[in-house]
Each structure stands twice: as structure tokens, then as C-alpha cells.
């Protein structure tokens, strides 16, 4: 069982950075992959970034590819999403989400992701 809990997001400028976390709970959270999606008003959630158990690998949704940089600290429960360069599309709620399976399959197959943590809203103002 993993329980993931973001925080991090707030209101920025157009331009700006901002760093999101999860905490995770579970002795065995360094086995899974890692994943951000986000979900912004009236629309579908999407895949961003994920990363594998290592964290040696990962995959970036084509939107924030050069602008978002996912990461993982095993040793401390945490995965995190850099990003920079924001504009107000990114506008959204970000979700964190850990897997059983591959980082390359949380890319299409969200729907099957094992945990989900419930949000951390980002607003980008232009």
C-alpha cells in the first residue's frame, strides 16, 4: 500500500518556476514507478513526466518536454516536478501517482495506475 500526498503548487506569473513534491508512505515505494498528470478545468487528465524506480528513466509528455524535470529521492520517500518556463496552459491540478509497472506505461496507461495522491493545484497567471 502507498499513500502519496502533494504539495507545492500556488499561483505564479507566466515565466516563472515552481517546484511540486510528493510524499509517499511504504516500505516498499522504491519499487514502483513515479508519474505527474495533471487535470485542468473541463478537460481529461493527461500524463506530464515519469520516472522509473531508479529514477535512471524517464519519459516527458511532448507540452512541457525541456521546461519540466522529474525526480526521485528513494531515501526519502519523495518524488518531485521541476518546472519552469510556466505559462497558462499549465494551469491545472497535478497528481502524483506511483505503479507497479513500467514508467514507459504510465505514458498511455494512467488509467491502470496502481496509487494516486489527490492534488496540488498549479494556476499560472499571464
Known amino acids: 500500500q502507498v499513500q502519496l500526498v502533494e504539495s507545492g503548487g500556488g499561483l505564479v506569473q507566466a515565466g516563472g518556476s515552481l517546484r511540486l513534491s510528493c510524499q509517499a508512505s511504504?516500505?516498499?515505494?522504491?519499487?514502483?514507478?513515479v508519474g505527474w498528470f495533471r487535470q485542468a478545468p473541463g478537460k481529461e487528465r493527461e500524463f506530464v513526466a515519469s520516472a522509473s524506480s531508479s529514477g535512471a528513466i524517464t519519459y516527458y509528455a511532448d507540452s512541457v518536454k525541456g521546461r519540466f524535470t522529474i525526480s526521485r529521492d528513494n531515501a526519502k520517500n519523495a518524488v518531485y516536478l521541476q518546472m519552469s518556463s510556466l505559462n497558462p496552459e499549465d494551469t491545472a491540478t497535478y497528481y502524483c501517482?506511483?505503479?507497479?509497472?513500467?514508467?514507459?506505461?504510465?505514458?498511455?496507461?494512467?488509467?491502470?495506475?496502481?496509487?494516486w495522491g489527490k492534488g496540488t493545484l498549479v494556476t499560472v497567471s499571464s
Open positions: 511504504g516500505r516498499t515505494f522504491s519499487r514502483y514507478s
Open positions: 501517482a506511483a505503479d507497479r509497472g513500467t514508467a514507459q506505461s504510465m505514458v498511455t496507461n494512467y488509467n491502470g495506475v496502481d496509487y
